[in-house]
């Protein structure tokens, strides 16, 4: 045994150094298979159009479904809390969908998440490719939605008078990219850890659920008791970017605070998401 | 000697039966005696095989069912990590072509195509200067812009050859899924490896069909329980092969033109 694996020295010094730590675990040398940039730039494409089109078949029918949803419960919500309740809140439908929409992403990329590289089967077990590509291209695929919404905001804004301000030219791309990078490593996290428990998607389903009323998007923050209110901010990693959210588009303004405190989530996320990616993800192919 | 571009050195796999853990809930509930289950509870599909191929050889395996064939290939195509051992692989490398292709079933024939390329490391202008040649290879008419769900099984295998002999690769994987394609298309494979046979494209076979090693390969080897049981001249293994599972080998009835 010994005597075969110093033949591999040509492989790497390290086999030599540690003979016996070579046989426990296997390694695997791969050379003449690196991938260009164009590569990388052209899987990327390839996969989101393989996305949008199994997803909705048709482009602009597509788009109209990525409205419908959070318009319905934008509607939904303004007439039981609006119609019904009177709540006070001043422009209640704009209000809402400045929450809604951004929430919307955000849920859709969770809970679409643990079925992704379920999904991806037949070419995971085919091919060697960064894997981390699939929920890569799912949640800028979410995100590529969200943003072609923005001008039904816009619209809403026009008919309750209101301008967008200066301040979406830093405060969009500032909170596109927390909370692309949080909802990466979300997904990256369920996804791998779904081929081992396949009933992840209901668990997650739960979980945006009850998260969804406990983060101000159909109510603002001061509707938290005063007492608890820094605690529910704190402890709920999607508050303080929905917060934010809402503030910019409404107010044209950011909370430096909060900003800090989603963008500690989001790298805690990719952290905890990514590590998780790294140890399973050599185990993919024979769990599918 | 030439340069060995495929390199297996005493390399173990097994499979962890997970069919235990039914899902989340019940983890949580037995976190400990699944965690222990996990651990122990392996099957060995490989066992200590050391192997190499050699730049432009066409090497056949072949074996019972369950050997550890299709788990060889895969963890060529690096889709597999192996428990043991080294693997040591130069060169670009074909999506594994195999039963139930690495394709989306939504999409179509053609994207199907740009998508298998882009995944074994092709730009898309790469793609596209090949493709009408493999459309034209696969015959597979207005079938090319339907999605692959509709696709026989021969259609299937039909595409996934086209894409992987017309890529350029230069290390061809295939499993067995050339017995499904219509006698038309076999002539056709047979053709194209044959074409090969002169060129530097290394191949990898794994079949059950005795025709194809001997017609294909230029080397060939037999797994039986797990390990290697035989390398070499393929004619020679196959003949041991047929003796070990009693069935009759006469090289005189092997057919010089099929698969
Ligand atoms: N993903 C998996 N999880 C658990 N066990 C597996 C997995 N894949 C294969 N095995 C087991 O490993 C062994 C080898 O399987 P493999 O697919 O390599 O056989 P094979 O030689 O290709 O057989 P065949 O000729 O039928 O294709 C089999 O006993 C099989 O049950
Ligand atoms: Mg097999």
Redesign the interface.
Same mark, same amino acid.
């Given at each position: 045994?010994n005597a075969? /694996?110093s *033949? %591999?020295s040509?492989?790497g010094e390290r /086999?030599g150094v540690s003979s016996r730590l =070579? %046989?426990?675990?296997? $390694?695997? +040398?791969?050379?003449?298979?690196q991938? !260009?940039l &164009?590569?990388y730039k052209? /899987?990327v494409?390839?996969?989101l159009? $393989?996305e949008l +089109?199994?997803r909705y078949k048709n482009k602009l029918l597509g788009y109209l479904w990525s409205l419908a949803n959070p318009l319905a419960s934008a509607l939904v919500f303004y007439i039981a809390f609006q119609v019904f309740l009177r709540v006070s809140e001043p422009n209640y439908a704009l209000f809402l969908i400045a929450g809604l929409f951004p929430w919307q992403w955000l849920s859709n990329s969770v809970n679409s998440a643990p079925n992704l590289f379920v999904g !991806?089967g !037949?070419?995971? +077990? $085919?091919?060697?490719?960064p894997r981390n590509i699939v929920p890569l291209c799912a949640v800028l695929n979410h995100m590529i939605h969200f943003i072609i919404t923005i001008p039904v905001i816009l619209l809403f804004m026009v008919i309750y008078r209101q301008s967008p301000s200066l301040s979406w030219i830093y405060g969009f791309p500032i909170l596109l990219t927390i909370q692309f990078v949080m909802a990466y490593g979300i997904a990256l996290g369920l996804s791998s850890?779904n081929l081992?428990?396949? &009933? @992840?998607e209901r @668990?997650t389903g739960v979980i945006m659920n009850f998260l969804f009323y406990f983060t101000p998007i159909i109510y603002d923050v001061d509707r938290f008791p005063e007492r608890y209110r820094d605690l529910l901010i704190v402890i709920n990693p999607a508050t303080p970017l929905m917060y934010n959210w809402r503030k910019l588009i409404l107010h044209g303004q950011l909370e430096p605070l909060y900003v800090l405190l989603s963008i500690l989530y989001a790298i805690l996320f990719f952290a905890i998401g990514f590590s998780i990616y790294k140890k399973l993800s050599? $185990?993919? =192919? *024979?769990?599918l | 000697m030439r340069e060995p571009v495929i390199s297996f050195q005493n390399v173990s796999k097994s499979y962890p039966l997970y069919g235990h853990i039914q899902g989340i809930k019940n983890f949580l509930f037995d976190v400990s005696r699944s965690l222990a289950a996990i651990k122990k509870e392996r099957f060995e599909a490989l066992r200590d095989i050391s192997f190499e191929v050699y730049r432009g050889e066409k090497f056949g395996i072949i074996g019972r069912n369950g050997a550890g064939k299709s788990t060889t290939l895969g963890m060529i195509a690096g889709v597999l990590k192996p428990d043991r051992g080294n693997i040591i692989i130069r060169g670009r490398i074909s999506p594994l072509l195999s039963l139930g292709a690495g394709f989306h079933p939504e999409l179509t024939g053609r994207e199907n195509v740009i998508l298998n390329g882009v995944l074994m490391g092709l730009t898309r202008r790469e793609i596209m200067q090949k493709m009408e040649e493999i459309v034209e290879f696969s015959e597979l008419g207005e079938f090319i812009e339907r999605p692959t769900r509709v696709y026989s099984s021969g259609m299937m295998a039909r595409l996934g050859f086209s894409v992987i002999a017309h890529l350029d690769p230069e290390i061809l994987l295939i499993d067995e899924v050339l017995g499904v394609g219509d006698i038309r298309f076999q002539q056709k494979c047979l053709n194209k490896m044959k074409s090969f046979q002169e060129s530097d494209v290394t191949m990898v076979l794994v079949t059950h069909s005795v025709a194809s090693v001997v017609n294909i390969c230029s080397r060939a080897m037999w797994i039986e329980n797990h390990v290697v049981k035989m390398i070499g001249d393929p004619i020679e293994v196959v003949e041991h092969y047929c003796e070990a599972s009693n069935v009759p080998f006469n090289l005189n009835t092997v057919n010089k033109a099929s698969l």
């Amino acid at each position: 045994m010994n005597a075969g /694996l110093s *033949e %591999t020295s040509q492989g790497g010094e390290r /086999l030599g150094v540690s003979s016996r730590l =070579a %046989t426990d675990v296997g $390694k695997v +040398k791969h050379f003449g298979n690196q991938r !260009s940039l &164009d590569n990388y730039k052209d /899987l990327v494409i390839v996969l989101l159009q $393989k996305e949008l +089109k199994v997803r909705y078949k048709n482009k602009l029918l597509g788009y109209l479904w990525s409205l419908a949803n959070p318009l319905a419960s934008a509607l939904v919500f303004y007439i039981a809390f609006q119609v019904f309740l009177r709540v006070s809140e001043p422009n209640y439908a704009l209000f809402l969908i400045a929450g809604l929409f951004p929430w919307q992403w955000l849920s859709n990329s969770v809970n679409s998440a643990p079925n992704l590289f379920v999904g !991806s089967g !037949s070419i995971i +077990k $085919k091919v060697n490719f960064p894997r981390n590509i699939v929920p890569l291209c799912a949640v800028l695929n979410h995100m590529i939605h969200f943003i072609i919404t923005i001008p039904v905001i816009l619209l809403f804004m026009v008919i309750y008078r209101q301008s967008p301000s200066l301040s979406w030219i830093y405060g969009f791309p500032i909170l596109l990219t927390i909370q692309f990078v949080m909802a990466y490593g979300i997904a990256l996290g369920l996804s791998s850890i779904n081929l081992f428990f396949r &009933d @992840l998607e209901r @668990l997650t389903g739960v979980i945006m659920n009850f998260l969804f009323y406990f983060t101000p998007i159909i109510y603002d923050v001061d509707r938290f008791p005063e007492r608890y209110r820094d605690l529910l901010i704190v402890i709920n990693p999607a508050t303080p970017l929905m917060y934010n959210w809402r503030k910019l588009i409404l107010h044209g303004q950011l909370e430096p605070l909060y900003v800090l405190l989603s963008i500690l989530y989001a790298i805690l996320f990719f952290a905890i998401g990514f590590s998780i990616y790294k140890k399973l993800s050599c $185990k993919f =192919a *024979e769990l599918l | 000697m030439r340069e060995p571009v495929i390199s297996f050195q005493n390399v173990s796999k097994s499979y962890p039966l997970y069919g235990h853990i039914q899902g989340i809930k019940n983890f949580l509930f037995d976190v400990s005696r699944s965690l222990a289950a996990i651990k122990k509870e392996r099957f060995e599909a490989l066992r200590d095989i050391s192997f190499e191929v050699y730049r432009g050889e066409k090497f056949g395996i072949i074996g019972r069912n369950g050997a550890g064939k299709s788990t060889t290939l895969g963890m060529i195509a690096g889709v597999l990590k192996p428990d043991r051992g080294n693997i040591i692989i130069r060169g670009r490398i074909s999506p594994l072509l195999s039963l139930g292709a690495g394709f989306h079933p939504e999409l179509t024939g053609r994207e199907n195509v740009i998508l298998n390329g882009v995944l074994m490391g092709l730009t898309r202008r790469e793609i596209m200067q090949k493709m009408e040649e493999i459309v034209e290879f696969s015959e597979l008419g207005e079938f090319i812009e339907r999605p692959t769900r509709v696709y026989s099984s021969g259609m299937m295998a039909r595409l996934g050859f086209s894409v992987i002999a017309h890529l350029d690769p230069e290390i061809l994987l295939i499993d067995e899924v050339l017995g499904v394609g219509d006698i038309r298309f076999q002539q056709k494979c047979l053709n194209k490896m044959k074409s090969f046979q002169e060129s530097d494209v290394t191949m990898v076979l794994v079949t059950h069909s005795v025709a194809s090693v001997v017609n294909i390969c230029s080397r060939a080897m037999w797994i039986e329980n797990h390990v290697v049981k035989m390398i070499g001249d393929p004619i020679e293994v196959v003949e041991h092969y047929c003796e070990a599972s009693n069935v009759p080998f006469n090289l005189n009835t092997v057919n010089k033109a099929s698969l």
